[in-house]
């Protein structure tokens, strides 16, 4: 079993920055593609930003220029920037990570973490 830990997010004005971070741990396992989603009320999940274990990263077109990803293959964290964050970008962000452990796939799922862009 492979557990994603998020931190980060919080209340920010527009024009503000954040960051979130999200560790997987668990024993046997590989990562291959990490990366976050979010979802806002009364709308569809959105995939927010994603990066493979080579470096290649993508981005929703509504994040370009604004958001960047990170990730730390070593230690299985991923983490993104938020940039020049919009009223627009208030969801629930959750990290998920795609890999295999004991030669299965598996996708597990951070427990979600709350940005609130507000004046």
């Known amino acids: 079993q492979v557990q994603l830990v998020e931190s980060g997010g919080g209340l920010v004005q527009p024009g503000g920055s954040l960051s979130l971070s999200c560790t997987a741990s668990?024993?046997?396992?590989?990562?291959?593609?990490m990366g976050w989603y979010r979802q806002a009320p009364g709308k569809q999940r959105e995939l927010v930003a994603t990066?493979?274990?080579?470096?290649?990263?993508n981005f929703a077109d509504s994040v370009k220029g604004r958001f960047t990803i990170f990730r730390d293959n070593a230690k299985n964290i991923v983490q993104l920037q938020m940039n020049s964050l919009k009223p627009e970008d208030t969801a629930v962000y959750s990290c998920?990570?795609?890999?295999?452990?004991?030669?299965?796939?598996?996708?597990?799922w951070g427990q979600g973490t709350q940005v609130t862009v507000s004046s």
């Open positions: 990066v493979t274990t080579g470096g290649r990263t």
């Open positions: 668990g024993s046997s396992f590989r990562v291959n593609t």
């Open positions: 998920y990570a795609d890999g295999w452990i004991s030669s299965s796939d598996f996708r597990s």
